[in-house]
């Protein structure tokens, strides 16, 4: 198996686990405001960083690569899960998801800006088309004519992310896959920790246990061991390329959703999964 190959099942396996963050996040929002919600997770994945940073006795970035490791701090560590989390008090995970479908031509056009990676014309093609049918989709189950709050904060969540993500996949590969999200964790740390304590609840006895599980699942999974198969998978196979495989989630998320949240499964979504696919596998041939 060749290496862009590879890249592809890492990214693959990074997208499956993202594809829990939106429902995890709607379900850890009712027990914990976004500010606190955002600073814990960041928290607790930091501390296992640290762990793992420590325990494979890993060296410290160079000065050269701290100016990159604040920029993906800022995208992945902050920007997303803060924007994303303050979304989510005011719409639905499956409208949601609706912008996330945005980060694979997000991610690919800060793959050009950040990386320098120059794509052609069938790929961006194929990247707005497939682009288009999950927004189409979407808009056309979604009833709402009209940006909501929640909307706007979804836009600055997907322009957060898809910069943290080409930055990360262009550093990941000198610095390492790992190593980036643990680095940058460990960068926002003093910060996250400061904001945990200051928006710290004063009792958690309204707190349910599902809004725990959604806290861990986005401490864990989302913050930490996602990014793992991601990084490695955009360092391998190209930031814009593996990029457009994040296509998928919003089909992975609503399918999640039906299943944790009670809602839907159309089968004009089962269809449109479909034609994603196709521009999916098309991207990836001409990037």
Not at 146 to 167: F, R, T
Not at 173 to 202: E, H, N, R, S
Not at 229 to 237: C, Q, R, S, T, V
Request: charged content about 10%; some cysteine; aromatic content about 12%.
């Amino acid at each position: 198996m060749n290496r862009t190959n590879i890249g592809w099942i890492n990214g693959l396996l990074g997208v499956v686990i993202f594809a829990g963050s939106m429902p995890a996040t709607r379900i850890a929002v009712s027990g914990f405001s976004p500010t606190f919600l955002t600073a814990i997770r960041a928290s607790i994945a930091a501390v296992l960083a640290l762990l793992c940073l420590l325990w494979f006795k890993q060296q410290r970035p160079q000065a050269d690569q701290y100016k990159s490791l604040i920029i993906v701090s800022l995208g992945v560590v902050v920007g997303f899960p803060l924007f994303s989390a303050l979304a989510l008090q005011n719409i639905a995970a499956s409208r949601a998801l609706v912008f996330v479908a945005l980060l694979p031509l997000c991610t690919a056009i800060f793959g050009v800006m950040r990386a320098g990676e120059h794509p052609n014309a069938k790929f961006w093609l194929f990247t707005l088309l497939g682009s288009g049918f999950v927004v189409a989709f979407m808009l056309i189950n979604d009833h709402s004519q009209h940006l909501s709050k929640g909307d706007l904060y979804m836009i600055a969540a997907v322009l957060a992310c898809g910069l943290g993500y080409a930055e990360g996949g262009h550093l990941s590969k000198t610095l390492g896959g790992w190593q980036v999200i643990c680095w940058a964790l460990i960068v926002a740390f003093p910060l996250m920790l400061i904001l945990t304590l200051y928006y710290f609840p004063d009792n958690f006895a309204d707190v349910s246990y599902s809004a725990y599980a959604g806290l861990a699942y986005v401490s864990l999974f989302s913050m930490l061991i996602g990014f793992f198969f991601w990084y490695k998978g955009l360092a391998m196979g190209g930031i814009a390329k593996v990029g457009q495989i994040q296509l998928i989630q919003p089909f992975i998320g609503l399918t999640l959703c039906a299943v944790i949240l009670g809602e839907s499964i159309s089968v004009e979504m089962i269809l449109v999964c479909i034609a994603v696919v196709m521009c999916v596998m098309l991207a990836k041939g001409f990037a």
